[in-house]
């Protein structure tokens, strides 16, 4: 529901409720080695995630061509995922010393409660200059126990994104996209937080038939996340990286094909949301 309360003033309440089934890896029973002392199985008795949000906001155009978009919002989910790290009883022998093997695999565990605050702002200087950002601070409360085992906990985090697109001299085409996600702790799991910057530069070429791309993405070479699970017997440090940084130089001629056309093909192949160009 929106209602405007001034010129270029909104404001706005939502509610929706979501179904999150599980991924087919989450569900599929049959054990798959990661490491000689970790084994990680699926759940086939996995339920879906419901989740109820409410969401107030308040929007305001200004005449400079910025815009604000804020709101606050509430999400109770149930049954959701939590992973759970479990001794098999089996040991392995690794350098003259007997290793507990430890299964992990997934539960519907607990009942999660976030409440937050999300910031938006946009910015368009014609065609030459647009950047829109992105700040979400949020709190969140689970709530579970398995195996007399309480895992209630309460953490603060926040993430925040930027995308900026700007018109060098020579009609270049400058777009950055940045990203970063604050850490979180639960009862048995701490993540850090992770960063990560990708930029393109775009050139049309023979009146606009072609187009030379330049793409770096992971710019800092650090995209992905590292985790650290543990309790009273346990302990686990992983780190995962989606890929190294990578240079693409793309070069694109069309042949009886409408520029904006070429674009719509184009966009969706990039990781993560594709460029502009």
């Known amino acids: 529901f929106g209602l ?4 270029g ?15 087919s890896r989450f569900i599929n029973p049959f054990p798959s080695k990661t490491s000689p002392i970790n ?6 008795n996995l339920n879906p995630t419901y989740s109820n949000n409410i969401d107030v906001g308040y929007l305001k155009r200004f005449k400079s061509s910025l815009t604000l978009n804020t709101s606050a919002y509430f999400q109770r989910s149930t049954n959701t995922f939590n992973f759970i790290n479990e001794e ?25 409660e976030r409440f937050g605050f999300e910031l938006n702002l946009s910015y368009r200087k014609g065609r030459k200059w647009n950047i829109n950002s992105n700040f979400n601070l949020y709190s969140n409360k689970v709530e579970g126990t398995y195996n007399d085992f309480i895992f209630d906990n309460e953490s603060l985090s926040w993430s925040f994104r930027l995308n900026n697109k700007l018109t060098l001299p020579g009609k270049i085409e400058w777009q950055t996209r940045m990203n970063y996600r604050g850490p979180e702790e639960t009862a048995i799991t701490k993540r850090e937080g992770s960063f990560s910057i990708d930029l393109a530069f775009s050139k049309e070429l023979f009146n606009e038939k072609a187009t030379l791309t330049l ?16 309790n009273d017997n346990f302990y686990n440090d992983f780190e995962f990286r989606w890929s190294k940084r990578s240079i693409t130089l793309n070069f694109t001629y069309r042949f009886n094909q409408k520029k904006n056309q070429n674009r719509r093909q184009q966009r969706g192949r990039y990781d993560g949301g594709s460029f502009d160009f």
């Not at 405007?4 to 010129?7: L, M």
């Not at 084994?39 to 086939?44: A, E, V």
């Not at 793409?215 to 543990?230: K, M, P, S, V």
């Open 88 to 112: 098999t009883g089996e040991t392995v022998l690794l350098n003259g010393t007997e290793v507990p093997i430890v299964e992990r695999f997934p539960i519907n565990l607990s009942t999660n």
């Open 215 to 230: 793409n770096i993405r992971d710019l800092l070479d650090q995209r992905g996340w590292r985790n650290e699970t543990f």
């Open 39 to 44: 084994i990680f199985r699926g759940n086939p």
């Open 4 to 7: 405007e309360i001034g010129e």
């Open 9 to 23: 003033e909104t404001l706005t309440f939502g509610y929706n409720r979501r179904i999150r089934r599980p991924w």
